[in-house]
Every structure is written in structure tokens, then in C-alpha cells.
């Protein structure tokens, strides 16, 4: 018999990785194991039995091959790499009752996880900017105000997210003040 | 110019996983075994996850407190250096301090001691 399998449309900012974990979980929970990404936001679920799975996400922008020690840590430590998808990195593990599960243990390497990431942002939004300035130079023809159009709609986006990531790093900075 | 009491006082007080990590590399190791390790050492109290052991490994490599020692099957093994062990050595007295100081003011928490 062949799997069952669903697609669900779901839209996560970067600083929401924990609702993503939780959302992950309840799925699984409910006998829907995720697979990988079919696209954007494109969740793609296999039907399974019903699992108490801890789902931790990463994000690193280093190529595999920089990355193999990584998976094999992670691999080492009873993590198993679900799917990677721009840089993201969705690891999971059956849940033990009673025991915490993470694969970050202090606040400053939560904190330097969204730093990657913000500084991934920062530097696509400084990219962006002189191609738009460049366009806006060009003749001024229908094309090239779409084109102006979309990539100022992308920055607004990007610099959106480098914000929100921002606020999320200065919220635990605040905990990190206290604790470790 | 910096001393070089100036190049160790600069990393302390180190994090709770910092301390551990590096007490781990006393002997070259891999990732899961300095997990493991800490794990027991700490007595279960304290435990490293690998994402912030990976991010660890690189910044520690980066400041020379630690140096690859050599690598089996994609297990990258470090170890100590000379100004990691200085670090350490130094977060020891840290420790040694807070510890006893500690174990005084324990007493003093005692619910029956308060009567």
C-alpha cells in the first residue's frame, strides 16, 4: 500500500522557529510525519503511526561539504536530519517522558543562531539596494518599474525580517543577562 | 600591548558550558564523547547540546583555546591549547572561590538553622 501523503501551506518568520518545532510535533503527534519542504512554506507530511517527536531547527549557511562534522554530530547525539531547505535545518527525535530534549543548551547559542541569520539579512538587504539604485538609473521602461516594483517589495521584506530577528535576539539577550 | 595575564582575564568568567567543554579537552575528543562526559562530570546538571557545541567548537578554535587533533569519519577531534589550559586553570580559582564561599552561605539556607 502506498503512503498517504499531505501538503500543508504554513507561513513561519524566522524568529517563530519555536511555534515551527511545536506545530511539527502536533502533527506528528497526530500521525503526520513531516518529510520535507515541497517548496515555500510547503510542508510535505507522510502518514505514519502516531509519534511524541521533539522537532529542533538550525540555520547554517556553510555548504555540506563544510557541514559533514556537524551531521555527524548531530547523527551522534540521536538527532536524525529530517530535511535541510535554505539553510534551515530540521532535526527530530522520539520524545522521552519526562526528559528535555535540545539541541541548543544556553541562551548565547540561541542568540548566535539568529545572529547568523540577521546578519544573513542585513547583508542581502546592503546587496540589494545599489541593484536597485542601478535599475532605477536604466531606462525608465514598464519592465524595469516592475522590476523596481519587486525588489523594493523584497527589501522591505528583508529589512522586515533582519527587524524582527533583531527583537527576537534582544529578547534573549535580556534572559541571557540573567542565566546561562 | 596586552599582558598575557590580560589574554586569559579577558575569557572570564566562562559560561557554565564554556567551563565544561574545555575541561572535557583535556584529553583530545570528539563531539559525543565531550557530551557524554560533561553529562557525567556534572553529575547530570549540566548538558551541552550539539548546536551549541558546534558553535562552540569554532569559536573556541578561533580564539586558540582549543586546536584540532585529528579527524576519524567525520568526528573532528580537539584538544586543549597552551592558552586554553591558562583559561582553564584560571576559571578553576574563579570556581574554587564561588564554591566555597558557597558551601558557607549553604548552611545559612538550612530551613532549621533559621529557628
Known amino acids: 500500500m502506498e503512503t498517504e501523503r499531505i501538503c500543508k501551506f504554513k507561513w513561519f518568520w524566522p524568529w517563530q522557529d519555536e511555534q515551527e518545532e511545536a506545530w511539527l510535533a502536533a502533527m506528528s503527534e497526530a500521525g503526520w510525519h513531516f518529510g520535507g519542504m515541497a517548496g515555500p512554506a510547503m510542508y510535505s507530511f507522510a502518514r505514519g503511526e502516531p509519534t511524541r517527536y521533539v522537532y529542533r531547527l538550525d540555520w ?57 541569520q540577521f546578519a544573513f539579512m542585513s547583508m542581502m538587504s546592503v546587496i540589494f539596494l545599489p541593484i536597485i539604485v542601478a535599475t532605477m538609473d536604466s531606462v525608465a521602461s514598464p519592465f524595469a518599474k516592475v522590476a523596481i516594483f519587486v525588489m523594493l517589495l523584497l527589501l522591505v521584506v528583508e529589512v522586515g525580517i533582519a527587524a524582527g530577528l533583531w527583537l527576537r535576539i534582544h529578547q534573549l539577550k535580556r534572559l541571557g543577562a540573567i542565566s546561562a | ?63 586558540g583555546l582549543i586546536a584540532k587533533h585529528h579527524e576519524e569519519e567525520r568526528r573532528k577531534y580537539y584538544m586543549l591549547t597552551e592558552k586554553g589550559r591558562k583559561v582553564l586553570a584560571a576559571q578553576i580559582r574563579r570556581v574554587e572561590i564561588m564554591a566555597r564561599i558557597g558551601s558557607v552561605a549553604a548552611l545559612q539556607l538550612q530551613p532549621e538553622q533559621r529557628a
Do not use: C
Not at chain 2, 582575564?9 to 559525543?32: N, V
Open chain 2, 1 to 63: 600591548m596586552m599582558s598575557a595575564n590580560d589574554n586569559v582575564q579577558k575569557y572570564l568568567p566562562l559560561t557554565e558550558s564554556t567551563y565544561y567543554i574545555l575541561l572535557a579537552l583535556l584529553e583530545p575528543a570528539h563531539g559525543y564523547a565531550i557530551m557524554q562526559n560533561v553529562e557525567q562530570m556534572s553529575e547530570g546538571t549540566a548538558s551541552i547540546g550539539p548546536g551549541t557545541l558546534y558553535g562552540a567548537f569554532s569559536t573556541l578554535e578561533k580564539e
Open chain 1, 60 to 116: 547554517q549557511d556553510k555548504s555540506k561539504q563544510q557541514l559533514s562534522d556537524y551531521r555527524q554530530l548531530f547523527q551522534d547525539a540521536g538527532w536524525e536530519l529530517v530535511t535541510e531547505y535554505s539553510g534551515w535545518h530540521y532535526f527530530r527525535k522520539v520524545a522521552v517522558p519526562g526528559q528535555t530534549a535540545d539541541i541548543f543548551t544556553d541562551v548565547q547559542s540561541k542568540i548566535a543562531k539568529y545572529e547568523r
